[in-house]
């Protein structure tokens, strides 16, 4: 199914990265959508915690990478030495490619790979600019009206200024 958003940003500026974030969602993958298993999880105010289950995965077998705030986390197949035949796959290792879009002001942390759990840690960081301030209310006299200046030729200001 497709939705035609146009007639909304029509009188709309500057949402179009609303209008891509759409059309990322709409046209995502559903068969994709179980491979990797990931957890998210909010840890604080503004830190937030990003787990995938990467079961057989090395460091060198993954990709983390930070794009027009997307995380892209993809796998390649791991080339593991078997010395016998394989009877049951039950552990899935094979390719992925997982993103994730981000809101505006967030900030990827570190990565570790640790007995098979992919951890981001992913942090929520609000610019002084756009943080609430307080705007001091002062008690002031009403300003007092300034007279207008009237410019004299130059020979009656000097003879205004011996007198």
Known sequence: MTYDFA???RTAIGFDRLARLVDTAANAAPTSASYPPYNIEKTG???????????????????????????????SVPQNARHGELLHRGIATRAFERRFVLADHIEIGDAEL????????????TPEALKPRRIPVTLGQPKAKEEPKIEHDGAAQDAAQAA
Request: cysteine-free.
């Open 45 to 75: 105010d503004s830190d937030y915690t990003l787990t995938m289950a990467l079961a057989g995965f090395g460091p060198d077998d993954v990709e983390v990478t930070l794009a027009d705030n997307n995380l892209i986390i993809k796998g």
């Open 114 to 125: 640790n007995n098979g759990l992919l951890t981001i840690s992913v942090k929520r960081v």
């Open 7 to 9: 007639p909304l940003f």
